[in-house]
């Protein structure tokens, strides 16, 4: 299962373990879209939205155990590089330890909390019965989505990417399988769609489970490394809290653009979270590169190879940039045949291509400072992607589409912009920081 990704062509070793990864994405992402989809099919615009939103929701806490779980990919990937099995099987076996606590105090709290989360969303009172069930469904499945999505860093740390994008795969199938099962031949409705997501990761973590069992994985797991270990968690913390809480923060924003959309209307709402869904898919190359620089750099970090990780950073942020603009030119050309995958209503239609139309734009510049955020963490420097999210959401994101939608009521075109400039000054942020790092890791070069 491990593979040492410190030698050979950059470009290569990039594309081949990214590609693996890009597909997990969007196999993962397959999984909102095609609630979304066959909901459509069978119930109304009140369950749509109710899915629409729940899976929100559910989106933000998968990305936020996805950046916790950084600070274990970083960590194996660096005790890979430099040869330390030892050391990377104790990073192994105290993920294990410290998300298994964590899933199961996060499961008790949300599901105490659910009620809440449904009128903090100004969920339409159409929608809030659907969005309600939804999200308890999903929130007593959460330690099954901790447990695929720690199981897929630990491999990915160990430079093996094409695993969890086969685990994943069987889960997307099954999931598509129930869909059908529970909305269309059952009558389930939003139940049935959460009921489909909860069961399909159940089944991937066990296939994957059955997995590491027969493998062999070249790491030692013991009582000794699942014991806690105390540098070890504060390390994976140190490196996977800004992350999680930098992702927790994209998606706030993300939220609160929801919940200002919801308050203008049904159709508003349900437009907004169709494009999201869209954008989702448009973010998988961005979102695979974060993820595989993380990766790649730790290793070369690891090892020692600081030149090669610089320009596995280069290479992932000029493909992702140019994923972007391909991006750009398709939805300015015809948005609304993709938002109608989802909806067939006029309204949700024409408001669904406006804000796309707003919102593509960020696909190009969110890959490039999703790339820097995977080359800060690879140097355990996390925070510095917390920071600069968290000024591009307070500065930028939150107050923009409040604005927009105050001063332009007819259209979510300038909310979709909103995010844009977020990413423009998150961009203009990651190269400032870098260049200061140059400079400050040449001149300490110098001195020793």
Known sequence: ??????????????????????????????????????????????????????????????????????????????????????????????????????????????????????????TPKEAVAGTTTYLTICFLGIPFITAYNIISSIFRGMGDSKSPMYFVAVACAVNIGLDYLFIGVLGLGAAGAALGTTL?????????????????????????????????????????????????????SFIVITVIANRRGLSDAAAVGIVEKIIGILFLVPSSMLQSVSALAAQNVGAGKHDRARRTLFYASGLSFLW????????????????????????VLRLGGQYMRGYVWDAALAGIHFCFSGYFCAYGLSVISFIHNSISIVCVRIPCAYLASKYFADTLFPMGLASTMG??????????????????????????
């Not at 066990?206 to 994985?217: D, G, S």
């Not at 790491?219 to 270990?229: D, F, N």
């Not at 609304?336 to 067939?344: K, M, S």
């Open 324 to 347: 972007g603009m391909l991006a750009v030119v398709l939805m300015q050309w015809d948005a609304e045949t993709f938002v109608g995958l989802f909806a067939d209503d006029a309204a």
């Open 1 to 122: 299962m491990e593979k040492n990704l410190t030698t050979g062509s950059v470009l290569k070793t990039l594309l081949g373990f990214s590609l693996p990864y890009l597909l997990s994405y969007f196999l993962q992402t397959l999984y909102g879209m095609a609630d979304l989809f066959i909901i459509g099919q069978f119930n109304g615009v009140e369950s749509t939205t109710a899915v629409s939103i729940g899976s929100q929701v559910m989106h933000m806490l998968t990305v936020m155990i996805v950046g916790l779980a950084m600070g274990a990919t970083v960590m194996i990937g660096q005790a890979v590089g430099a040869g330390q099995k030892e050391k990377a099987s104790l990073a192994v076996g105290n993920t294990a330890t410290l998300f298994f606590t964590l899933s199961l105090a996060a499961t008790a709290v949300l599901l105490v909390a659910v009620r809440g989360i449904v009128n903090v969303m100004s």
């Open 423 to 448: 990413s423009g000054l998150s961009v203009l942020i990651c190269i400032g920081v870098f260049i200061w790092l140059e400079r400050k890791w040449k001149i300490q070069e110098k001195r020793y």
């Open 200 to 252: 399909s990761q159940t089944v991937s973590v066990i296939i994957a489970l059955l997995v590491i069992r027969k493998r062999r994985t070249g790491l030692t797991l013991s009582k000794k490394v699942l014991k806690p270990h105390r540098e070890t968690m504060e390390r994976i913390l140190r490196i996977g809290f800004p992350i999680a809480m930098q992702d927790g923060f994209i998606q706030i």
